[in-house]
């Protein structure tokens, strides 16, 4: 660990911790309907939407209404996008001539992007036409995104709403969050992002002339040894920023290359490198400080902020100290850091990112449900790639996917005022809102359903070797770690992987694609009938019994809750995948 | 719920074609006027002919030249095929890669550790200025050019910290190769010859 990789890091969190407020209270006005510098624009392309789609703005939903409307939307985004990939042969903006995509690989690309997860278990740019990457797959990082926000939003209502049945209307918020917030940010995002180096042209892929000829001996399958000698390099282009800058701050994560952000053609530069990180956490930890607002009590937002950056904090501090040791493994390699070269474990890692740069952004969009990755976290130390797993295992609430990490937060909130209340033997109360045995049971459900998803479908595959274990890269404790890390990725819709496992196969696809989809839905059932049930209790005032939720010591609660919750479920697993490999690394064991 | 159905259906259509085209296409006109070159791929031309990108690394071998990464794209920088080894740290064939890698090496001293990792697209531009240096040694007993004006040439390759704080500084081996050739050129009496392992 270096001192100026330290300040990259601080340099990352001062950012967010600038844009949190007022970002926040931008988007309690735009949720609110309350005027914005935008509105003189936005405004009549709203109404203009709302006519032709027949949106009444001024219908309240009920939580069932509010979630069927979702459910439908999601629906017809996920088949639109199905048909597409079915169909990009014969649709233009197809200048490779992509073939068709396979039913099982269509079916979980299109659940992947519909669930903001942005799993992917193919090579984008071997198949994947521009079309089916703008119409099919960007979209889908707006509409999701958008979802997640309405979504969060919704649950905020139900907080601050007192004695009344409707959490607002599914298609104004999913419309404000799009045309207000995504939109306009991306726009400016992606222009940055195209003075860095991102590539954005429709052109076909470009044949350069290589600088050195190589010669390669291959064994052909006839087992004899051939020669062959490669002269040429096709470069792959693409609408890569206009898809890149949305991918981030809609935490998706769905890379345009197979690569992802470690491409230099998806992020170029350090500076573009500090941009999709900071994009990843703008929103999430700005909707912390909408939540503040909304409900009256911004230092209740403030306050589970706090305990976010204290998780986060924890997490890029492992990951970095990890990233950074010599392995025992290799000799004659100089991997201490210098004022010439970074150090460390660099095995799928930039040099332009080096070991903080990379720490750091695993550790970010694994926090969040972004996904994206500048580095293979496949190839990281045994620790290393325990912080991203955990990460994810816990809930990703350290900020968050946009919408889902807040939500998923406010749940572990319930449960922490709850057992607060248990402690000091008074009816729990959030927010003068109490908390009751129904509220109670929904938020261990939501908390449930998560663990039983992973553990199952892992369980099965590790037991399969015919259809499971086959998929292997590696052996040993790190091929669990690999089947482990898909399953989590997928239910806890993050998307990244440890890249090892060749994942495009029948059972994989199938059942990574049932994982990601009740990952998502099944959850916000129970999330959204929390809402709907605290959206009509009455608020009571604060006396001297009242936990308050806006301390140091509730952070503390909060952040404890979330740990041992984390630890009970998944310890067992760990133990055996990165833990194991780690000690096993250090006895001098290679598989 | 049936007039909620339709609603999703059109305002999937409309906002598809806003989001799925509008959008893009803005983005590609704005940027072919205001970044043509970066929009592109910020290629290298050389005489009329396309030789590579500036931010996509390519495959170099024997002693005339600096090296770049090792590298898990296709057969080897194959820009069409992003990817890294996804070899985890226990994993053998990455341990025995490492080492035959170490020990192609001419010299005695560590070699550094980039040089015989793979990067994580496999189309790493970069190596790092310590790679870059450690090599000065075996470029310049194959070309003969001296030691002390190769290492002039990677130390005015080397690109800082990006605004002095971010990144890692880096050496792009296809531009150092490049004016590396053109140092050649210009000494008529040492001989080019290319000639592969």
């Not at chain 1, 500090?274 to 929103?283: D, S, T, V």
């Amino acid at each position: 660990m270096t001192v100026n990789g330290w300040l990259q890091i601080a340099v990352f969190f001062a950012l967010v911790l600038l844009t949190t407020k007022p970002l926040g209270k931008y988007m309690a006005r735009v949720f609110e309907g309350r005027r914005t510098l935008l509105d003189p624009i936005l405004v009549p392309v709203e109404r203009l939407l709302y006519r032709m789609t027949g949106v009444q703005r001024e219908d309240e939903m009920r939580w069932t209404e509010y979630g069927g409307a979702m459910l439908l939307f999601s629906l017809a985004t996920m088949l639109l996008t199905y048909v597409i990939e079915r169909a990009q042969h014969i649709l233009p903006w197809n200048p490779q001539h992509l073939a068709g995509v396979t039913p099982a690989l269509a079916w979980n690309t299109a659940v992947s992007f519909t669930t903001n997860t942005n799993w992917q278990s193919y090579v984008p740019e071997q198949t994947m036409s521009y079309l089916t990457q703008m119409l099919g797959l960007a979209t889908h990082n707006f509409w999701s995104a958008a979802t997640g926000i309405a979504l969060a939003v919704a649950f905020i209502r139900g907080i601050a709403r007192r004695e009344m049945k409707t959490l607002g209307n599914f298609w104004v918020d999913l419309t404000r969050a799009t045309l207000w917030v995504l939109l306009p940010i991306s726009i400016v995002l992606a222009l940055v992002l195209v003075s860095q180096g991102v590539i954005q042209n429709l052109r076909p892929y470009a044949t350069a002339q290589i600088l050195q000829p190589q010669t390669q001996t291959t064994t052909g399958p006839d087992g004899k040894p051939a020669t062959a000698t490669i002269s040429t390099q096709t470069i792959a282009q693409g609408p890569a920023a206009s898809q890149e800058a949305i991918k981030m701050l809609g935490t998706n994560g769905g890379g345009f290359f197979n690569a992802n952000s470690a491409h230099p053609f998806e992020n170029p530069t350090p500076f573009s490198n500090l941009l999709e990180m900071f994009a990843i956490f703008l929103i999430p930890a700005g909707l912390t400080a909408t939540l503040g607002e909304m409900t009256g009590s911004p230092r209740h937002g403030w306050a589970v902020f706090a305990a976010m950056a204290l998780l986060w904090f924890a997490g890029v501090f492992t990951c970095y100290w990890a990233e950074s040791q010599p392995s025992p493994l290799v000799h004659g390699v100089e991997q201490r850091a210098s004022l010439n070269q970074a150090g460390g474990n660099m095995e799928g890692k930039e040099v332009r990112f080096g070991i903080a740069n990379s720490a750091l952004f695993a550790t970010v969009t694994t926090d969040a449900s972004c996904g994206a990755v500048n580095s293979a976290h496949d190839s990281f130390t045994p620790l290393g790639g325990m912080v991203p797993m955990v990460n994810i295992l816990l809930g990703e609430i350290v900020f968050g996917g946009v919408g889902a990490g807040l939500y998923g937060m406010l749940i572990f909130v319930i449960i922490s005022v709850f057992i607060a209340g248990l402690m000091v033997g008074r009816t729990p109360e959030y927010l003068g809102k109490k908390i009751e045995a129904y509220d109670v049971q929904l938020a261990m459900l939501y908390l449930l359903i998560f663990p039983l998803i992973i553990l199952c479908l892992s369980a099965i595959s590790v037991l399969s070797p015919g259809f499971g274990l086959s998929a292997l890269t590696n052996q040993g404790p790190h091929g669990l770690s690999e089947i482990f890390y898909a399953y989590t990725s997928a239910t806890g819709n993050n998307g990244s992987a440890f890249a090892g496992l060749s994942a495009n196969t029948r059972w994989y696809n199938i059942t990574l694609g049932i994982a990601m989809f009740f990952g998502r839905f099944l959850m916000i059932v129970p999330m959204l009938a929390v809402a709907g049930n605290l959206v009509t209790k009455r608020r009571a005032p604060a006396s001297v019994g009242t936990f308050p939720v806006t301390t140091p010591l509730f952070t503390a609660l909060l952040t404890s809750v979330i740990l041992i919750v984390g630890a009970l479920t998944f310890v067992p697993a760990l133990s055996l995948g990165p833990v194991l490999e780690h000690l096993m690394m250090h006895a001098g064991q290679v598989f | 719920m049936k007039r909620h159905l339709i609603t999703a259906c059109l305002y999937t259509a409309i906002t598809a074609i806003v989001l799925g085209v509008g959008y893009p296409l803005l983005i590609t006109g704005i940027a072919r006027l205001a970044f043509p070159a970066q929009a592109s791929g910020e290629l290298v031309w050389r005489n009329g002919v396309l030789v590579g990108s500036r931010l996509i690394g390519q495959p170099f071998s024997g002693d005339h030249y600096f090296h770049s990464r090792p590298s898990a794209a296709g057969s080897g920088y194959d820009a069409s095929a992003s990817s890294g080894s996804n070899l985890g740290p226990t994993s053998k064939p990455l341990v025995e890669r490492i080492a035959q890698s170490v020990s192609s090496e001419k010299t005695e001293a560590p070699v550094p550790v980039d040089l015989v990792t793979a990067s994580g697209s496999g189309l790493d531009p970069d190596i790092s200025p310590a790679a870059a240096l450690y090599q000065v040694h075996r470029v310049s007993s194959a070309t003969g050019i001296p030691e002390e004006t190769l290492r002039r040439l990677v130390a005015a390759h080397i690109t800082p910290r990006q605004l002095g704080l971010l990144g890692e500084p880096r050496v792009n081996v296809l531009e150092l190769n490049l004016d590396l050739g053109r140092l050649s050129e210009n000494k008529p009496n040492i001989s080019r010859s290319q000639t592969n392992p």
